[in-house]
């Protein structure tokens, strides 16, 4: 094999691809922030607020028509399809209309819209690392693609309750509350055109620059050839030790992001307000942002440690995820119910969760090599988004009480930590690319 390339470019597509990601994250989770004014100006139920947040797992049905694309026809193809569906989607919820059930109607239409765009952003990550960048470095890049989406999700939390104002219902007066009505739907859709100017931006640039592929492979694994689509699925589906890691990744990050997404209103029964549940989700989501990539740099130096780090980051969290429930049931346990504690507990648990993304990611790949990067990690996708769905339909008829949900969080990260314990771990493309370049 021939020594592998690596191009100064290969940054720039990893950026407009993480933008693509962040602006998903980001329309994904408009709503969940600032549920309590979206009901006072669109009407919104809490059938309609879970069901907005239910559209990001079903938009992944057709994953697997993503990942198909993505082998046989390459990023580009894949990337510009996943950018116009979300401008389509980003669009649809920005039409003026009168009528609030026809602007109910539309805004459903864009939410899964921007569902369907799901399943690139959360699995091409490992495929464009491995296309683009030196094994060295395969690590940080996908935890920066992957993460962002995630990151775009916390900025929601972060722009939603600081740009549009909570309903004021200590007004009795109906010429107030008209009014107060009138401006928050104002800044809600303020928020929407911005959206929208955002995406439509990052597909203009993306159609502008976005190569498939680099001249010339960064290494052998990059260079290599990988097995069928058909071939793929079989040989995932008869690997024991591929199925155990992906229901130790899909539990508890479908739980979490299922819980994340409606985060405001399962606080909301606790007193929490909708700027502090806002902060309390970005600062979770950015926290394991920053902590994933930090794991994945320490990854890239000291190679086959996957594992420990795993073990390490589902610990915390099982643990932060026990402490967080607990103290929600403060008649039971009388544990102090403060703002300090929401703060702490959810913040390491999305610190804990969230960084294991990447880590998750890249075992992935190594255990199954040469399966494509883009199959693996659309199966495991698939199967969280599965595990969120299921627990968003039960949330549609049980959304007066949230004790079950929470207990759902220290469950699914047990469950996880043991199955990783009993995983033996192997480095398939690792040993391809350090022992037959050499």
């Not at 102090?336 to 703060?343: H, K, S």
């Not at 075992?363 to 495991?380: A, D, M, N």
Request: glycine share 8%.
């Amino acid at each position: 094999p021939l020594a592998g390339r690596v191009y100064g470019r290969r940054w720039l597509v990893l950026l407009l691809f993480s933008l693509l990601g962040f602006a998903q994250g980001l329309v994904w989770n408009t709503w969940g922030p600032i549920q309590n004014s979206a009901r006072l100006a669109f009407g919104f139920s809490g059938w309609d607020i879970a069901l907005l947040v239910f559209w990001g797992p079903i938009g992944f049905a057709p994953c697997f028509f993503f990942m198909w694309l993505m082998d046989k026809k390459g990023l580009r193809v894949t990337v510009l399809l996943t950018s116009s569906l979300m401008v389509l989607g980003a669009g649809l919820r920005c039409v003026p209309v009168s009528d609030l059930e026809i602007r109910k109607k539309l805004i459903h239409g864009g939410q899964l819209l921007n569902g369907l765009a799901g399943p690139t952003v959360m699995n091409a990550a490992p495929f464009l690392s491995t296309t683009w960048f030196s094994p060295d470095e395969r690590a940080t890049a996908t935890a920066i693609a992957s993460l962002l989406n995630y990151l775009g999700a916390a900025g929601a939390f972060l722009v939603g309750p600081l740009v549009v104002p909570s309903p004021n219902g200590t007004s009795h007066l109906l010429l107030v509350l008209q009014s107060n009505t009138e401006h928050i739907k104002d800044r809600i859709e303020a928020v929407l055109y911005a959206e929208f100017g955002m995406v439509s931006l990052i597909f203009s640039a993306a159609l502008a620059y976005f190569p498939s592929r680099p001249p010339f492979p960064p290494s052998v694994a990059a260079a290599s050839q990988r097995l069928s689509y058909r071939r793929s699925f079989c040989r995932l589906l008869s690997n024991f030790r591929f199925l155990m890691i992906a229901l130790a990744y899909a539990i508890p990050l479908g739980v979490f992001s299922g819980w994340s997404g409606v985060l405001d209103l399962i606080l909301t029964p606790v007193h929490v307000s909708q700027v502090d549940a806002g902060w309390i989700g970005f600062w979770s989501i950015v926290g394991g942002c920053v902590v994933g990539i930090a794991m994945a740099r320490f990854a890239d130096f000291i190679r086959g440690m996957l594992k420990f780090i795993l073990l390490l980051l589902l610990s915390g969290a099982t643990l932060a995820s026990t402490w967080f429930t607990l103290t929600c049931l403060t008649n039971v346990t009388h544990l102090p119910l403060t703002t300090a504690t929401l703060y702490t507990s959810c913040i390491l648990l999305g610190i804990f969760l969230n960084s294991s993304v990447p880590i998750f990611f890249e075992l992935f790949v190594e255990t199954v090599y040469p399966v494509p990067e883009g199959i693996t990690c659309g199966v495991v996708t698939f199967l969280s988004n599965v595990f969120m769905g299921v627990l968003l339909f039960f949330l549609t008829f049980y959304h007066t009480e949230f004790s079950w949900f929470n207990w759902c969080l220290p469950g699914s990260c047990l469950l996880s930590l043991l199955l990783i314990l009993c995983f033996r771990e192997s480095y398939d493309r690792l040993y391809l690319d350090v022992v037959v370049s050499v």
